[in-house]
Every structure is written in structure tokens, then in C-alpha cells.
């Protein structure tokens, strides 16, 4: 079955830093793959989305690269700041129609002023 | 604009009781409706989702069943609550055969004591 492996947390980073958290897949067929952060308490937002390879999502100076080579979706910035902490979780959605989403089980970012 | 609601937002209950969570969802028609779960220190887990009115599939064997009543009406039951069913529990919604992102309510908090 689907599934996406992501890098154990907590990742601690000092601000301005530059940020990676690596994320892989295995899927059937052709998935889209997601970004999402969950701040503390909250529900999940959609960070970032690519459904295709070589698609570069970005958003709020976040970029992942949908790799079908490396079968990977890794999540960048090149500047965190203190506003940033709070659990990325990488999913896929296949395309059944259905949208059913198989998330990693996410890496806490914390970042330090 | 599409706005998704769930309640409650934190819920104690004792080991044996029932439970109600509910989710509705405003702005779109005829959506794909989802109850995710996440246990502490875990990822997420697909419970259950619906296409349509009536229509619900289980993805996991479990202490718990789901409803849909109208089309933008989602229910999360139990006749009995477990301890191993404390989690926070999110429902989402997606536009079928979209291949983009789900949206994600706020969550439940339930402990289960």
C-alpha cells in the first residue's frame, strides 16, 4: 500500500536558519504530494502541493519538489523564524477520486529566537 | 468561501460512555467528507469517508462508526468509549476526483479516562 516516511523530530533551528525535512513516498501509480503544518491546538493547513513530477510547490517562503526519481518531497526554507515552529507532516493522496491522504508521522520544528 | 466546523473542541469522558462528535461543512456541494485520527505522538490514520449521503467506508476495524445524515453533515459515534480512543480527531472535507487538498476542521481533543 501508500505509505510516506518522514524524518523523526524534534528539529531545533535558531532563527534565520535554513530548514530541511526530508520526506519520502511509496506509492502505486502517480500521487499528489502535500505539505501540511499543524500549529499547537489547531487543526491542519495545507502548506504547499505538487501533482506532478518535477512540480515545485511554495508558500510563505516554504519550496518542496515533487522527485518521482527519488521517489521524495522534501520540505525547505531558507530562513525560519520563531513563527514557524509547529509539526510538518507530509502526505499523498492517490487518484482514485476518492482523495484519501496517507500522512508521515510528522517532525516537529522548533525554532529559537 | 467553504468553511468547515467541528464540536466540540475538548471532550472528557469516562471509559463505557457514548460519544458524539460532529462536523458540518458550509460553501460547496456534495463533498468528500473524512474523520481522521491522531494519537499522541503519532501521525494520522484515515477512520473513515464518505462520498455521499449514506455512503461510508471504514478504513480501519475499530470501537467506532461514522454517519451521514445530509450532505454536509458528518458524525463521529461510539456506543462505548475505549481508553485506546483518546486522540485528537480532525475532519476534513475534499472536492471529489479534484486530486488537491483536503480541508481540515479544528479538531476534537478526547480523553478518555
Known amino acids: 500500500g501508500n505509505s510516506v516516511t518522514q524524518m523523526e523530530g524534534p528539529v531545533t533551528l535558531s532563527e534565520e536558519a535554513f530548514l530541511t525535512i526530508n520526506c519520502t513516498y511509496t506509492?502505486?501509480?502517480?500521487?499528489?504530494l502535500f505539505w501540511y503544518v499543524q500549529y499547537p491546538g489547531e487543526g491542519l493547513q495545507l502548506l504547499l502541493k505538487?501533482?506532478?513530477?518535477?512540480d515545485k510547490g511554495s508558500n510563505k517562503g516554504f519550496e518542496a519538489t515533487y522527485r518521482k526519481e527519488t521517489t521524495s518531497f522534501h520540505l525547505e526554507k531558507g530562513s525560519v523564524q520563531v513563527s514557524d515552529s509547529a509539526v510538518y507532516f507530509c502526505?499523498?493522496?492517490?487518484?482514485?477520486?476518492?482523495?484519501?491522504?496517507?500522512f508521515g508521522t510528522g517532525t516537529r520544528l522548533l525554532v529559537s529566537p | 468561501s467553504q468553511t468547515i466546523h467541528q464540536w466540540p473542541a475538548t471532550l472528557v469522558q469516562p471509559v463505557g460512555s457514548p460519544l458524539s462528535l460532529e462536523c458540518t461543512v458550509e460553501?460547496?456541494?456534495?463533498?468528500?467528507l473524512y474523520w481522521y485520527r491522531q494519537a499522541a505522538g503519532r501521525g494520522l490514520q484515515l477512520l473513515f469517508y464518505?462520498?455521499?449521503?449514506?455512503?461510508i467506508s471504514s478504513e480501519v476495524p475499530q470501537n467506532l462508526s461514522a454517519s451521514r445524515p445530509q450532505d454536509r453533515q458528518f458524525i463521529l459515534s461510539s456506543k462505548k468509549l475505549l481508553l485506546s480512543d483518546s486522540g485528537f480527531y480532525l475532519c476534513?472535507?475534499?472536492?471529489?476526483?479534484?486530486?488537491?487538498?483536503?480541508?481540515f476542521g479544528q479538531g476534537t481533543r478526547l480523553t478518555v479516562v
Open positions: 476534513a472535507w475534499s472536492v471529489y476526483g479534484d486530486r488537491g487538498e483536503a480541508f
Open positions: 506509492a502505486t501509480g502517480y500521487p499528489s
Open positions: 505538487a501533482t506532478k513530477a518535477d
Open positions: 502526505a499523498l493522496s492517490d487518484r482514485t477520486g476518492f482523495q484519501k491522504l496517507v
Open positions: 460553501g460547496t456541494s456534495n463533498p468528500n
Open positions: 464518505s462520498v455521499g449521503i449514506g455512503q
